[in-house]
């Protein structure tokens, strides 16, 4: 959850000065819910989180452990509600899981992290869904290092932004992926974003994307969710050469999905 806490820690610092102690919406399929009930919870805040009713139980329960309430709605219900911005009508300030300002600027923490960690950093290889993270991480780089190559991974099972691309404008595929973190909708504003801070996109097969999770449990002993894994999976696209960090953001798994793919 690290990765999500970093993003969302600073919206709600912000939102709670301004606007104390209601707060507030998050939304979907993410590790941004549990960074968001997480961060409230440390403010002292209630909080509640409009995700997905797909979403899996560690993503789900962990809300829930955190003290925030989950409502739960159907994917395309939950997508009109955030598109037609209805969380304006909900008592609590909201923050946007990946298009809130500050929540990608608190993602740029990852990418300023990276050059304290990495010194001859020439490439990093990032998850992307609705494109909070990857933009947060390109533009602090892209400040501080603008020959850093920033590339953009999503799975075959849900690539939106390359069908945003090709079509040149929104696109609502069905994900049909493991890689739920990365299933957020099409969004005008990160369409533009995306175009400026991202270099390069690859797209992982869904097979490969599921091997991936063992072969990093087995090597690096980390357990990472579908989302997680794939800028790892990605890596086989890539030339050798370059010094590379692959981003692997959350570990969020359905723990049978997990041993199906670990048998
Ligand atoms: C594990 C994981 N990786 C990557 C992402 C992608 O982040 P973004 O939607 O900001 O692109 C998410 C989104 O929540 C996620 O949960």
Redesign the pocket.
Known sequence: MT??VS?ARRTPVRVAAVQPPSFAGAE??????QACAYVARQLGVPCRVFMYDTAPPP?SDGVRRLGGTVIGMPRDELIEWMTTEQWRHEPEAFIH??ADPD??AG?GGIGLELLEDVPNLERVV???????????IASALKGMRPEVEVVGVQSDGYPLWQLASEAGGAVAPKPDTI????T?PFDPR?FELLKEVVDRWLIVPEPRLRAAIPEIAATAKVV?????A?AYAALEQLQPGPTTVA?V????IDPTLLATLLS
Do not use: Q, Y
């Open positions: 990765v999500a993003g979907e399929h993410r590790n941004a819910a993503k899981g990946f929540v990608i993602h990032v998850p992307v869904g609705g494109g909070g993270l990857i933009s947060g890689a739920d973190g990365t957020a990160m990472a969710e579908g989302a997680g794939l981003v953001s959350g570990g969020n």
